[in-house]
């Protein structure tokens, strides 16, 4: 596609419930990173994935948060048991990778928890 | 682990007046980049750096890479009201190619 494209934009869940969110890179794209934003703060990192490599998951907050990535194309994200304080806009970005590290980002998945 | 700190959090600027945005690394990076946030919108990348003391203009923007590769700032003269959003560095340390740590921002404001 032309860009990064994130599903579903906006999602409402009820506390303790699960949700998915869903990432389709740039073809061609070998980079994919989740970041978090919350309300007028910064970009805080969730994980990595680079080609067939293992992902760097360091910025996971808990084990409740898990990604996969299919590939060199589709992610998806995944937080079982949702709290409120996971309520924040989700982004994926994805770079060209071998060297190319330009991040290009998805409008993101705003994620309400009540 | 690498603390990137951007200083100011938010700036308010007349229109017309020049403005510069710092960000501060803990430890030496490999590149650094600086993205654009419009309200309501996702970070557009602006410039990387990669040379130590690099700097680089983009019409009225201008970024510097410190010479320690430590630190880096944006320079914005004749501030427009285009120039509304927030801008965040993006740092990539020495030892982890391709995992960028954003700074918290700088939140510009524009009055007319």
């Known amino acids: 596609g032309a860009g990064v494209s994130q599903s579903p934009s906006n999602k409402v869940t009820e506390k303790g419930k699960d949700v998915e969110l869903r990432c389709d890179p740039i073809?061609?794209?070998?980079?994919l990173y989740w970041y978090r934003q919350r309300l007028g703060q910064g970009l805080e990192f969730l994980i990595y994935f680079q080609g067939n490599s293992a992902p760097d998951k360091s910025g996971l907050p808990s084990d409740r948060f898990s990604a996969e990535r299919t590939g060199e194309s589709v992610s998806t994200l995944t937080i079982q048991r949702t709290q409120q304080e996971d309520s924040a806009v989700y982004l994926c970005?994805?770079?060209?990778?071998?060297?190319?590290?330009?991040?290009?980002f998805g409008n993101g998945t705003r994620l309400t928890v009540t | 682990g690498q603390q990137v700190m951007q200083i100011p959090q938010y700036q308010h600027v007349q229109e017309g007046e020049d403005f510069t945005t710092y960000c501060n690394s803990s430890?030496?990076?490999?590149?650094i980049q600086w993205y654009k946030q419009r309200p309501g919108g996702h970070p557009v990348f602006l410039i990387q750096l990669v040379k130590s003391g690099e700097v680089k203009k983009q019409k009225r923007l201008t970024f510097q890479f410190g010479e320690a590769k430590k630190n880096s700032s944006l320079h914005i003269t004749a501030t427009q009201t285009t120039d509304v959003g927030t801008y965040f560095c993006?740092?990539?340390?020495?030892?982890?190619?391709?995992?960028?740590?954003f700074g918290a921002g700088t939140q510009v404001v524009v009055t007319p």
């Open positions: 430890t030496t990076l490999s590149n």
């Open positions: 970005a994805s770079s060209q990778g071998h060297g190319v590290f330009t991040l290009h």
């Open positions: 993006a740092a990539v340390p020495t030892d982890s190619w391709g995992k960028f740590q």
């Open positions: 073809s061609g794209h070998t980079a």
